[in-house]
């Protein structure tokens, strides 16, 4: 059955979307996909090299090329996301407003944190994170006015557990996480849903380290469901993390072992506890049989407050 003719198609007709980063890559098939199913997209794309140099507007004007002969909406955008307010500003001359944010444009300055110039942090911490933060901003504002908005972020699996050669991308992708779960909280009465992505797929990023033979089986169109998903009105989630890959995805949570507690440390008047005594726990401060699933900055302070009121109520 054709998209759009089963009664459970989710469909963006009447949304706008921006997509930055969308003139190749994983970008590209999330605003063919929006725009398949009824977005107006505007496909933003500054047309660098990998490592962010030089610029074009070939890449963005052709993904619109495509999207416009199947028949959808879309336009293009050659700013960069540093000056995310031109891009935002650019949807709203066009379409009036953004429904849609997906904040993927990226560039790689892989070295050893040991050989890393100022200029390899400064130029992946202006495109990820202030980039991000800049076309973000500037949306935010209409998101909260007209009470909607959904908000993807693409961070990396680098981010989250690290990988050699990649401190300035990883710490920039782990600060975009960070930037969600804030956004998360202070968007969802607007709203406003902010989700993160950290996708696995062939492109110009992973082809020179992904063997050949996987790079078939990890296209960038097998990402863009659970992304467009994340961006539908019909998504509840907020503030998750989803991993994805070859037509696989899942959501990540933390995990928090069930710690130790010193009760000395409320002692009126004593020293409390040793190195020592840390040392002898530490085993079961990193035990995670009884393990918990915290969600919210509340939920640290909770079970540290849960075994100071304890031990103050035993005195
Ligand atoms: P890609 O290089 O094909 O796409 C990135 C796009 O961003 C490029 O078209 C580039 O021109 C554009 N861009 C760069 N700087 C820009 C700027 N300042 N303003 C506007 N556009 C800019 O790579 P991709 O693999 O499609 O990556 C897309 C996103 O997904 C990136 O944020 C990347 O870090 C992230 N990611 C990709 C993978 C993967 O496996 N491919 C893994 C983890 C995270």
Redesign the pocket.
């Known amino acids: 059955m054709a998209a759009g003719a089963a009664s459970d198609t989710l469909r963006f007709d009447g949304r706008v979307a921006i997509v930055?980063?969308a003139?190749?890559?994983?970008?590209r098939s999330y605003a063919i996909l929006l725009a398949e199913r009824g977005a107006k997209v505007l496909v933003?794309?500054?047309?660098?090299s990998?490592g962010?140099k030089g610029g074009s507007t070939r890449?963005a004007q052709a993904v619109v090329d495509e999207i416009t002969a199947a028949g959808g909406t879309a336009a293009a955008n050659f700013d960069?996301?540093?000056d995310g307010a031109k891009i935002v500003q650019a949807a709203v001359d066009l379409w009036g407003k953004v429904d849609i944010l997906i904040n993927?444009?990226?560039?790689l300055r892989d070295v050893s944190f040991h050989k890393m110039s100022d200029a390899d942090w400064e130029a992946v911490y202006r495109?990820?994170l202030r980039?991000t933060f800049a076309v973000t901003r500037a949306a935010w504002p209409l998101m909260r006015e007209q009470g909607y908005g959904r908000v993807v972020m693409?961070s990396?699996?680098a981010g989250l557990y690290g990988n050699f050669g990649q401190a300035n991308y990883a710490a920039m992708k782990m600060a975009m996480v960070g930037l969600a779960n804030t956004l998360a909280i202070e968007g969802a009465r607007r709203n406003i849903a902010v989700n993160v992505v950290?996708?696995?797929?062939s492109?110009?990023?992973?082809e020179t380290v992904l063997p050949d033979e996987l790079l078939s089986s990890l296209r960038?169109d097998l990402v863009a469901p659970i992304v467009a998903y994340l961006c539908h009105e019909s998504c509840a989630d907020n503030g998750a993390v989803v991993e994805c890959g070859g037509g696989w995805a899942g959501k990540l949570r933390r995990q928090r072992a069930k710690g130790v507690f010193f009760p000395a440390a409320q002692n009126p008047g004593a020293k409390g506890f040793e190195m020592e005594d840390v040392a002898r726990a530490w085993k079961t401060i990193c035990s995670y049989e009884d393990a918990d699933y915290p969600e919210t900055n509340q939920d640290v302070f909770g079970v540290i407050m849960e075994h100071v009121e304890a031990a103050r109520a035993s005195k």
């Open positions: 930055t980063g003139g190749g890559g994983l970008g933003n794309d500054l047309g660098g990998l962010g890449p960069s996301v540093e993927n444009a990226g560039i495109v990820h980039g693409a990396s699996a950290c996708p696995v797929a492109s110009r990023m992973t960038a």
